[in-house]
């Protein structure tokens, strides 16, 4: 199906019906992992963009115009509009606290929702939804291998400890076998005169799908006391 001339009610409804569904599909694996922008919010923002697309199919001026007259108009500036529209909602799924990103793939999510639900508002029936299983297969079944992809992880680690009997390197050598690197960031004063807080930067690579890493305030805690352990990067989706 293509934008007619002449929309009728049932391509109006069959446009509506597709936009909902294939947003709510999206929008499901949203809700299920706990995210911001769910099944609601999806479904409102593909039915938007379909809306909008229709609503341009039946304004535009088809006065003494062939069908060929599409090829020429404008037809551009709606859609760049609403996907610069939705932009400004994507930009507000995204979080930042400190070295912490979050929410960059719901954004995505937005996004890929607006476009499909456009192409279905169009007409484009086919591609409308081949793009809905697409982003099916990229939110479901890569999740798999996502979480299995090792990558960087990094976290701000503070300790406490003796001022006389520790040095900077000491925690190094200690998480070092592990797998861990550490890089000594500043110093502070400690509980009282004897002891010192120290902050380090810590790093390592693990996959997603291994769990948080407990291993390290395990091995630390044998020698220091820690204050606080904090994570400053995670790919959260």
Request: glycine share 12%; charged share 15%; aromatic share 6%.
């Amino acid at each position: 199906m293509t934008m007619p001339l002449h929309p009728t009610w049932q391509d109006i409804g069959l446009r509506l019906i597709l936009s909902m569904l294939a947003s709510a599909i999206i929008g499901f694996d949203r809700s299920a992992r706990g995210h911001a922008a769910g099944l609601r919010t999806t479904i409102l923002v593909g039915l938007a963009a379909s809306v909008a697309m229709i609503q341009a199919n039946i304004l535009l001026s088809i006065g003494g115009k062939t069908a060929e007259s599409f090829g020429v108009m404008d037809l551009m500036r709606l859609p760049l509009g609403i996907l610069t529209g939705v932009g400004f909602i994507g930009g507000g799924a995204i979080l930042r606290r400190g070295g912490l990103v979050t929410g960059v793939t719901t954004a995505a999510t937005l996004w890929v929702t607006t476009v499909i639900g456009l192409c279905l508002g169009g007409g484009q029936l086919a591609v409308g939804m081949a793009a809905t299983l697409l982003v099916i297969i990229t939110l479901w079944a890569f999740q798999w291998l996502d979480i299995r992809i090792p990558r960087e992880h990094r976290a701000m680690l503070v300790i406490n400890t003796n001022r006389s009997s520790s040095s900077t390197s000491d925690l190094a050598n200690l998480i070092g076998p592990a797998g861990y690197r550490a890089r000594f960031h500043r110093q502070g004063r400690g509980d009282d005169a004897e002891h010192v807080r120290l902050w380090f930067e810590i790093s390592w690579r693990r996959a997603e799908v291994a769990g948080p890493s407990l291993e390290i305030l395990k091995l630390v805690n044998e020698r220091y006391l820690v204050v606080s352990f904090e994570l400053t990067s995670e790919d959260r989706h």
